[in-house]
């Protein structure tokens, strides 16, 4: 039986990522190697999307046999490890004045939102999925770093994290249902809002739905309503820093808060 301290028990992809295995392929193949598989697939799935993505189109794409690619990842589950880790990139080297936690950690977000739009295949594949990738712990650990200095103990730190992660995540996951719905490529974010408010308009009746119903008779969707005011995913991330302001300036520690000596 292995030991407590033992790495049998963690996965394959894991161990290569972490550098606790050689992830150099079994015989010397210069034009291919694990870097430049994981991007090309990156790059099919940013393209085509997620369900595109097969191992047979990629050996395709990178010129080689299918069963070449096994030789760098054990099947196509592993591969989605790896890109998930690499995609995202670094964090962002967030610098900021001292005690000034709201700044960087709504730059953390941006940065986040970011990567879920270049990417909207990773909303995907991370659902459910806690991370343990060096690159997706990298990512997590910029947010917490967000809220030094501030009197939040570490499971608080880790409540507003996951609090603003969990936003970022669903506001892109709506923008990429909308962006499937509407179609082309050329529509902006302000075109599915109006193309929202479009359909809203033509389903919802005041008798049934009368707080939706509402929106509409109040041109909540549109073009110059819209424009006047400040885009949802601002707004929105703005109240729950506004939030978090107000319990860090009250003089209440928050329920289950012991005060100290």
Known sequence: MASADSDDEIPRSLRVLWGRTDRRPRAPQPALNLDRIVATAIEIADTDGIGALSMARLAERLGCATMSLYRHVANKE???V????????????????????????????????????RHPWILQITAGHPPLEPGQLAWLDCGLRTLT???????????????VLNYVRGEAQIALTLHQATGPEDHTDHDRQIWYGRMLTKLV??????ALAELSTAGTFDPGRLEAHQPPFDFALARILDGLEVLLRSETLPPGRQAGP
């Open 78 to 80: 592993e591969l989605q």
């Open 82 to 117: 790896f890109m998930m880790d690499a995609a995202p990139g670094d964090p962002p080297d967030i610098q900021t004045a001292p005690g000034d936690w709201r700044a960087g950690l709504e730059r953390w977000a941006r940065e986040l939102q970011a990567v879920y739009y």
């Open 149 to 163: 200095g501030t009197r939040l103990d570490p499971q608080e730190k880790m409540k507003v994290i996951l609090l």
């Open 205 to 210: 009746d005041a008798e049934h739905l009368p």
